[in-house]
């Protein structure tokens, strides 16, 4: 998730178990030959490590006795990254890199966990270099041909090791791409080449603040502040090229694969036939985009229609837009109603609405002064939500609904009911929103539904499912339809994730009981991500809504294994059909998305 800090800034410019048996056993049976690798802490240096060639064994098929001598396994190559020659950095440089760590030791040193880079970035937190296409190995099962295309995930993966205060936020976006053909498939890493990156990579070092964790206290934002506009100043950065990070998550819309971080424009990539990534610039849909639009569009599949919005410290505080299936983006609705800054970085749409949360999460000077983050929850903020027309040219008939006690990052998803005159939002609520930005171990999501009565105004709302369940995901044939299933990541505590939950939603209309129905824990010691659902069979509209897949990253901390899991979302384990072993360790990241290869061609 790009920092809403990022936002306001850019406006100012130990025996692991198995996951392959339906009793969750995991890596089990694929124990790596090689060493164990288990990263318990990154070392704070100015410029990145460069990267090593590595090579990868086959498992065997029948685990050998340790008193037995393994049998010799094929290798396979890994292409290497170039290397690049270190950079003489310029005086400039070296003026402004010592006054930044003056400011990191003395006035805003690293002091809380949620900012110290030794904690937000030890284990699978930590940063990978860059990996050019490598094939992977299928350790189980095969792969679907439905699965022809790739999934591409995004997340934090910081350039340079930071010096002083980070959050998980911060990172550099790095796009971890597994493109599927014919059975077989190839893993490639890549950043997404934004101006940021681009100038530090040049520079050879930091240019830009990490603006989440590097404005918290009147002394520390004065002091980066002021180095940030004297680098601005003498050339180093244009602020008006954007800061933002591209790290939260995907969008295929417009003809055209996006990049997306909500601190600043798109950025434009595609994957080449052998599998790289490819960066192909910032996009601003002919000038008519300004500054920022969310990393959560609502894709209508129907129409291909594409539903997005911004928002920022200035008013208005939220502007509504959408973009036509040929990429043209129509006029922004500026929503005044929204009276005050909010953290709002989801929304949803229905067939007649799209809804907008008001969270107590917001902007916050006071803190700011007093040596807080000016980023906080304000616990007097009474939640509300924003209902207005989807196809709205003004916010004349916006309507807002006080919902007390509903705070929410992500929406799942919402329909209409009545003929229009009732709106149905399924969405994870953060009971303990005080702790969203800084423990996030302590933050418990509970999956709910919400039911607006558009005439009388009368708000209803119940839970599913009690467990911690966020990052939910559908079969993306139902944007804004109703829908029965749900597929999502188990905090157990966040952000580290346990096993994927599947909920029927239907089941709680009925009886109101916990309506979880298949569950698979990655088992211990072992991490995964934000799953996704790719249908087997997408242009069939007969197809029932579960007749598919989850994919999912995993991590097994005990081995430093990575691997793409493949499970049958129709099972009642979410039984793993096939498992395809990573070349490299795929760090834990944000939001992901599977392009059809029909797809990835138009592009």
């Given at each position: 998730m790009?920092?809403?800090?990022?936002?306001?800034?850019?406006?100012?410019?130990?025996h692991?178990?198995?996951?392959?048996?339906?009793n969750?056993?995991?890596?089990?049976?694929?124990?790596?030959?090689?060493p164990?690798?288990?990263?318990?802490?990154?070392r704070?240096?100015?410029r990145p490590?460069?990267t090593t060639?590595?090579?990868?064994?086959?498992?065997q098929?029948?685990?050998?006795p340790?008193?037995?001598?393994?049998?010799p396994?094929?290798e396979?190559?890994?292409?290497?990254?170039?290397s690049?020659k270190?950079?003489?950095?310029?005086l400039?440089?070296?003026?402004?890199?010592?006054?930044d760590d003056?400011?990191?030791t003395f006035?805003?040193?690293?002091?809380?966990?949620s900012v110290?880079?030794r904690y937000?970035?030890?284990?699978?937190?930590?940063?990978?270099?860059?990996?050019?296409?490598?094939?992977?190995?299928?350790?189980?099962?095969?792969l679907p041909?439905?699965?022809?295309?790739?999934?591409i995930?995004?997340?934090?993966?910081?350039q340079?090791?930071?010096?002083?205060?980070?959050h998980l936020?911060?990172?550099?976006g790095?796009l971890h791409?597994?493109?599927?053909?014919?059975?077989?498939a190839?893993?490639c890493?890549?950043?997404?080449?934004?101006?940021?990156y681009?100038?530090?990579r040049?520079?050879?070092?930091?240019i830009?603040?990490?603006?989440?964790s590097?404005?918290?206290g009147?002394s520390a934002?004065?002091?980066?502040?002021?180095?940030?506009?004297?680098?601005a100043?003498?050339?180093?950065?244009?602020p008006?090229?954007?800061?933002?990070?591209?790290?939260?998550s995907?969008?295929?819309?417009?003809g055209k694969?996006f990049a997306l971080?909500?601190s600043?424009?798109?950025?434009?990539?595609?994957?080449?036939?052998?599998?790289?990534?490819i960066?192909?610039?910032?996009?601003?849909?002919?000038?008519?985009l300004?500054m920022?639009?969310?990393?959560?569009?609502?894709?209508?599949?129907?129409?291909?229609?594409?539903?997005?919005f911004?928002?920022?410290?200035m008013?208005?505080?939220?502007?509504?837009?959408?973009?036509?299936p040929?990429?043209t983006?129509t006029?922004?609705?500026?929503?005044?109603?929204?009276t005050?800054?909010s953290?709002?970085?989801?929304?949803?749409?229905?067939?007649?609405?799209?809804?907008?949360?008001?969270?107590q999460i917001?902007?916050?000077?006071?803190?700011?002064?007093?040596g807080g983050?000016p980023?906080g929850?304000?616990?007097?903020?009474i939640?509300?939500?924003?209902?207005?027309?989807r196809?709205?040219?003004?916010?004349?008939?916006?309507?807002?609904?006080?919902?007390?006690?509903f705070?929410?990052?992500?929406a799942?998803?919402?329909?209409?009911?009545?003929?229009?005159d009732?709106?149905?939002?399924?969405?994870?609520?953060i009971?303990?929103?005080e702790?969203?930005?800084?423990?996030?171990?302590?933050?418990?999501?509970?999956?709910?539904?919400?039911?607006i009565?558009?005439?009388t105004?009368?708000?209803?709302?119940?839970?599913?499912s009690?467990?911690?369940?966020?990052?939910?995901?559908?079969?993306?044939?139902n944007?804004?339809?109703?829908n029965?299933?749900?597929?999502?990541?188990?905090g157990?505590?966040?952000?580290?994730?346990?096993?994927?939950?599947?909920?029927?939603?239907?089941?709680a209309?009925?009886?109101?009981r916990?309506?979880?129905v298949a569950?698979?824990?990655?088992?211990e010691?072992c991490?995964?991500?934000?799953?996704?659902f790719?249908a087997?069979?997408p242009?069939?509209?007969?197809?029932?809504e579960d007749?598919?897949?989850v994919?999912?990253?995993?991590h097994?901390?005990?081995?430093?294994?990575?691997?793409f899991?493949?499970?049958?979302?129709?099972?009642?384990?979410?039984?793993?059909?096939?498992?395809?072993?990573?070349?490299q360790?795929?760090?834990y990241g944000?939001?992901?998305?599977f392009?059809?290869?029909s797809?990835?061609?138009k592009l």
């Amino acid at each position: 998730m790009d920092a809403f800090s990022s936002t306001f800034l850019s406006t100012l410019s130990q025996h692991p178990k198995s996951l392959l048996s339906p009793n969750n056993n995991y890596s089990s049976n694929y124990t790596s030959s090689s060493p164990t690798l288990k990263i318990c802490n990154v070392r704070i240096e100015e410029r990145p490590q460069t990267t090593t060639t590595t090579t990868r064994t086959k498992p065997q098929e029948n685990p050998t006795p340790s008193s037995q001598k393994p049998t010799p396994k094929r290798e396979l190559p890994i292409k290497p990254t170039p290397s690049r020659k270190p950079l003489e950095p310029s005086l400039p440089s070296v003026i402004f890199n010592a006054f930044d760590d003056f400011v990191n030791t003395f006035i805003d040193p690293p002091l809380r966990s949620s900012v110290d880079p030794r904690y937000v970035l030890s284990s699978n937190f930590a940063p990978v270099d860059e990996l050019p296409p490598t094939e992977c190995e299928v350790v189980k099962g095969s792969l679907p041909s439905c699965l022809n295309g790739a999934y591409i995930r995004n997340g934090p993966n910081p350039q340079y090791l930071p010096r002083g205060p980070y959050h998980l936020f911060d990172g550099d976006g790095m796009l971890h791409s597994i493109r599927i053909s014919q059975g077989k498939a190839t893993l490639c890493s890549r950043y997404v080449k934004t101006y940021k990156y681009t100038i530090e990579r040049e520079a050879g070092s930091p240019i830009i603040p990490n603006v989440f964790s590097g404005f918290n206290g009147l002394s520390a934002s004065v002091a980066r502040g002021a180095i940030t506009a004297a680098r601005a100043i003498v050339g180093q950065f244009n602020p008006t090229n954007g800061i933002g990070l591209a790290n939260t998550s995907l969008g295929l819309f417009g003809g055209k694969l996006f990049a997306l971080g909500e601190s600043d424009l798109p950025y434009t990539v595609k994957i080449a036939p052998d599998g790289d990534i490819i960066t192909l610039g910032r996009h601003d849909f002919d000038g008519k985009l300004f500054m920022s639009m969310t990393a959560h569009p609502k894709i209508d599949s129907e129409t291909n229609e594409a539903f997005a919005f911004r928002y920022g410290p200035m008013p208005p505080f939220l502007s509504y837009f959408r973009v036509e299936p040929n990429g043209t983006k129509t006029p922004d609705v500026p929503i005044f109603s929204m009276t005050r800054p909010s953290f709002l970085h989801d929304f949803a749409i229905t067939k007649k609405y799209a809804i907008f949360s008001d969270i107590q999460i917001g902007m916050n000077p006071i803190e700011l002064i007093t040596g807080g983050s000016p980023v906080g929850a304000d616990s007097g903020k009474i939640p509300r939500l924003g209902v207005i027309p989807r196809y709205a040219k003004d916010e004349s008939e916006m309507k807002w609904f006080d919902v007390p006690g509903f705070n929410i990052i992500h929406a799942i998803n919402a329909w209409d009911e009545d003929g229009g005159d009732t709106i149905v939002l399924v969405a994870p609520n953060i009971l303990s929103v005080e702790h969203t930005l800084e423990r996030m171990d302590m933050v418990h999501a509970c999956v709910e539904k919400v039911k607006i009565d558009l005439k009388t105004g009368m708000v209803s709302r119940h839970p599913v499912s009690t467990r911690n369940l966020d990052f939910g995901v559908i079969n993306p044939a139902n944007v804004g339809k109703k829908n029965k299933y749900v597929y999502a990541a188990i905090g157990d505590p966040m952000p580290k994730i346990t096993g994927i939950a599947k909920l029927d939603v239907s089941v709680a209309e009925v009886d109101r009981r916990d309506c979880i129905v298949a569950c698979r824990l990655f088992g211990e010691g072992c991490f995964g991500g934000e799953p996704f659902f790719v249908a087997k069979n997408p242009d069939d509209p007969s197809a029932d809504e579960d007749d598919g897949y989850v994919v999912s990253y995993v991590h097994n901390e005990k081995t430093g294994e990575s691997n793409f899991l493949v499970m049958d979302a129709k099972s009642p384990n979410l039984d793993i059909v096939a498992a395809v072993k990573l070349p490299q360790r795929v760090p834990y990241g944000f939001h992901g998305l599977f392009v059809r290869e029909s797809d990835l061609n138009k592009l």
